[in-house]
């Protein structure tokens, strides 16, 4: 059938396409069935929603198809059912814990990016990669389709540094250090972020607190090309277009499988043509990898992938047992972050951790002699150098420079837990903060999250403060407290743990 289109202001975060009731009877099209619009050269997938909001003779377009497709008001498209892609074959094939071939998992992935596959499909191929995994054979085309069916950046500078986490642990904004340190010692470095997968704050939503981190590949590049380094998020426009739909469906189950995480990093890494990379497994209980050999064995199978798309690659297996410095959740990162690079000092784990792994960076680049590297890290961010660089990068994507921490607006609705008893601090429970910090309203509500006023191996008195609750709203707040009071995220204990006897 033919129509014309009607652009309808509705943001439903999924590719809709509005066909009136009658006319979707007339031609035999049902809610949720998958149609192609063609025009001229452009083809645009997306699932029928019935709708009074459109006449007879008319298709409507939500704002998230314009997003990425130019069409305009009045413009005649074809209407064509379409059949389930052959891609849903190769997800039952994986369902059914098989290998997958290359050219199955190119079809996947493009099915994906040209919207052919639905939110229910997605979700089952995550599942299924979460269950059945995916052999290095597997992950490195899954890598490359990823990339290459969206741009690649092509920077006029060389070495080209990355740095990147594999996330997980909670309060994870050392990234913020690393760049602009990174960079202030001469290297490049455009480090793309993911938002928030399993966590309270991806890098991507703590960098947009004060800066806009959605550009195009030519606006990147002029960043880049300026200052050396740019804090963006890998979603936005077309960059390994493919990731940030998984992601999607990762985030809905706070689930991560292991092969779609190695194609997600290093997708976006091969896209802008990083050359020394550097990746972060945080690892610890209640993280994503829970012992150094399960790490050890990550490594491994990165620096391998790295080979294989012509990166060099050097894992840095880190301590993330409890969360990384004191706030968790988007706005107060950023004000945790943005104070640690004014002044040079701030939590042990967050300052060790940014020049650790700044450190390794400086050495791989070569600016820095082996063994080094962490001191020179140290300087750059005492002397202000990093801050300085971090200014750049600030008004280069939009935000204002100038910015203290205390003029970034954190979530009003507060509630603070004390200590119910006298003891020691002896774990703190990495899930059970990110849960109450994702039930507050993070990290889609940006002022939502967690204080921390305590880390494990302090003393506390009876009364004293923990931690402190941030929400938007009154709603949001009483459910994370009634998360809290579940979950206890804070163990406090005297020195005798336990008293055995009589056995
Ligand atoms: O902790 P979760 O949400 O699972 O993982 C996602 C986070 O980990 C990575 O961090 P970075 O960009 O390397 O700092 C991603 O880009 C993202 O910000
Ligand atoms: O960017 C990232 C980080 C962690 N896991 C992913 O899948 N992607």
């Known amino acids: 059938m ?25 031609a035999k099209l049902h809610p949720d069935d998958l149609v192609k619009l063609e025009a001229g ?39 064509i059912p379409s059949s389930t892609p052959e891609s849903v074959r190769y997800i039952k094939k994986k369902m059914n814990g098989e290998k997958l071939r290359k ?4 079809t996947i992935i493009k099915d994906i990016v040209d919207r052919k596959l639905r939110d229910i499909e997605i979700s089952s191929f995550v599942t299924s990669l979460e269950i059945n995994g995916l052999d290095m054979d597997e992950i490195a085309a899954l890598t490359i389709a990823m990339a290459e069916t969206g741009d690649m950046l092509d920077i006029d500078r060389k070495p080209i540094m990355d740095v990147h986490s594999i996330g997980g642990v909670p309060g994870n904004k050392t990234n913020i250090l690393v760049v602009p340190i990174v960079a202030a010692a001469g290297l490049t470095i455009p480090k793309t972020s993911s938002r928030a997968i399993t966590s309270a704050a991806g890098t991507a939503d703590v960098v947009e607190v004060f800066a806009d981190v959605s550009f195009s590949l030519d606006e990147i590049k002029r960043i880049v090309e300026k200052i050396g380094a740019c804090m963006v998020w890998g979603g936005a426009l077309n960059l390994a277009p493919a990731d940030d739909i998984t992601i999607k469906s990762e985030r ?19 896209a802008m043509g990083s050359q020394y990379v550097l990746i972060d497994i945080p690892t610890g209980k209640g993280v994503k990898v829970e012992s150094v050999d399960q790490a050890r064995a990550l490594a491994r199978d990165f620096i391998e992938l790295g080979k294989r798309l012509g990166q060099y690659v050097e894992v840095a297996i880190t301590y993330g047992g409890q969360p990384i410095g004191h706030t968790v959740g988007p706005a107060l990162e950023a004000r945790e972050a943005l104070q640690a690079l004014m002044t040079g000092t701030g939590p042990g784990s967050l300052i060790e951790k940014a020049t650790g792994l700044a450190g390794v960076l400086l050495e791989m680049g070569g600016v820095a002699p082996a063994g080094m590297g962490k ?18 990068i600030i008004e280069e994507q939009g935000g204002n420079p100038d910015i203290k921490p205390e003029d970034i607006p954190i979530g009003d609705k507060t509630y603070t ?27 889609e509500d940006k002022g939502a999250g967690i204080e921390l006023y305590v880390k494990v191996g302090e003393k506390v008195k009876e009364g004293d403060p923990l931690f402190t609750i941030h929400a938007e709203s009154e709603a949001r707040l009483d459910q994370a407290i009634v998360f809290a009071r579940r979950a206890e995220p804070i163990r406090i204990e005297g020195m005798v743990l336990q008293r055995i006897g009589n056995i």
């Open 417 to 443: 837990f004390t200590a119910p008893t006298s003891g020691y601090i002896t774990a703190i429970d990495n899930k059970a903060i990110t849960g109450i910090a994702r039930a507050a309203g993070a990290p």
């Open 252 to 270: 809905a189950l706070s689930i991560d499988p292991t092969g779609l995480m190695l194609a997600s990093i290093m997708s976006k890494k091969y």
């Open 41 to 79: 050269k452009k083809t645009v997938y997306g699932s029928v929603v019935i709708s009074g909001l459109v006449k007879e003779g008319e298709i409507g377009i939500s704002r998230d198809v314009l997003q990425l497709h130019s069409f305009s008001e009045g413009e005649v498209v074809t209407v």
């Open 103 to 106: 050219v199955e998992i190119e």
């Open 2 to 26: 033919k129509a014309k289109v009607r652009i309808l202001d509705v943001h439903s975060g999924r590719y809709s396409v509005f066909i009136n009731e009658k006319e979707a009877m007339k």
């Open 375 to 392: 001191k020179m890290a140290r300087e750059i961010l005492e002397s202000g150098k990093a801050y300085q660089k971090m200014r750049e």
